[in-house]
């Protein structure tokens, strides 16, 4: 299983615009929509993935817990279909609704929004806060497949706590690891290794 990090987007960052269409509805979700909570995760996601197996059950259990508080979650998929058929759109609905995802699930088929968030992994997760500046990018916590580590979610929660506290994250922030986003030959980002 190959181990791919976050890049670390340069906290600041401003929230990257896009523009998708939510798998499960058929209807476009935008940055602007999302962004009228007190803080908004995006996360690169896939239906393949080990990476995100693992986290997938206490992920979906967070987003839930936090939408009544002001995070506002959306899930992106990135992948090249040709290649990776399950992370096609009809696979990512199914899921979806298999799961009982309550958040958006959007197909990124240019890989576009992928490429300006910079990411590189799945699950690779991006926190902004109110003002719509990257506070946060890195783990869910420290679990990872094949670890005797269990999956709490500490170091994402650990974040969002202090974004709804009205409180900057701490800056030391830890990689996320997991399967590199598949990208369409030819249109590898250039900081992608």
Same mark, same amino acid.
């Not at 080990?50 to 506002?72: M, N, Q, S, T």
């Given at each position: 299983?190959?181990?791919?990090?976050?890049?670390?987007?340069?906290?600041?960052?401003?929230?990257?615009?896009?523009?998708?269409?939510?798998?499960?509805?058929?209807?476009?979700?935008?940055?602007?929509?999302?962004?009228?909570?007190?803080?908004?995760?995006?996360?690169?996601?896939?239906?393949?993935?080990?990476?995100?197996?693992?986290?997938?059950?206490?992920?979906?259990?967070?987003?839930?817990?936090?939408?009544? !508080? $002001?995070?506002?979650?959306?899930?992106?998929?990135?992948? +090249? *279909?040709?290649?990776?058929? #399950? =992370?096609?759109?009809?696979?990512?609905?199914?899921?979806?609704?298999?799961?009982s995802y309550p958040f958006p699930y959007l197909?990124?088929?240019?890989?576009?929004?992928?490429?300006?968030?910079?990411?590189?992994?799945?699950?690779?997760?991006?926190?902004?806060?109110?003002?719509?500046?990257?506070?946060? !990018? $890195?783990?869910?916590?420290?679990?990872?497949?094949?670890? +005797? *580590?269990?999956?709490?979610? #500490? =170091?994402?929660?650990?974040?969002?706590?202090?974004?709804?506290?009205?409180?900057?994250?701490?800056?030391?922030?830890?990689?996320?690891?997991?399967?590199?986003?598949?990208?369409?030959?030819?249109?590898?980002?250039?900081?992608?290794?």
């Amino acid at each position: 299983m190959a181990r791919t990090p976050s890049t670390m987007l340069a906290l600041g960052t401003p929230a990257p615009s896009f523009a998708l269409p939510d798998v499960v509805t058929g209807r476009t979700v935008t940055l602007e929509e999302m962004s009228d909570g007190d803080a908004l995760l995006v996360v690169f996601w896939c239906n393949h993935c080990p990476f995100v197996h693992h986290i997938e059950d206490a992920f979906v259990d967070f987003a839930r817990e936090f939408a009544g !508080r $002001g995070l506002k979650t959306v899930a992106i998929s990135a992948n +090249d *279909v040709e290649k990776y058929p #399950q =992370d096609g759109p009809g696979e990512m609905r199914a899921r979806a609704n298999q799961r009982s995802y309550p958040f958006p699930y959007l197909y990124d088929e240019g890989q576009e929004v992928a490429k300006e968030y910079e990411a590189a992994c799945t699950p690779d997760l991006f926190l902004f806060g109110s003002e719509g500046r990257l506070v946060y !990018r $890195g783990q869910f916590d420290a679990s990872r497949p094949g670890l +005797d *580590v269990p999956v709490t979610g #500490q =170091d994402l929660r650990n974040a969002v706590e202090a974004v709804l506290a009205g409180a900057a994250p701490s800056e030391q922030q830890t990689p996320s690891v997991g399967c590199n986003i598949k990208w369409r030959p030819g249109n590898e980002p250039a900081y992608f290794g």
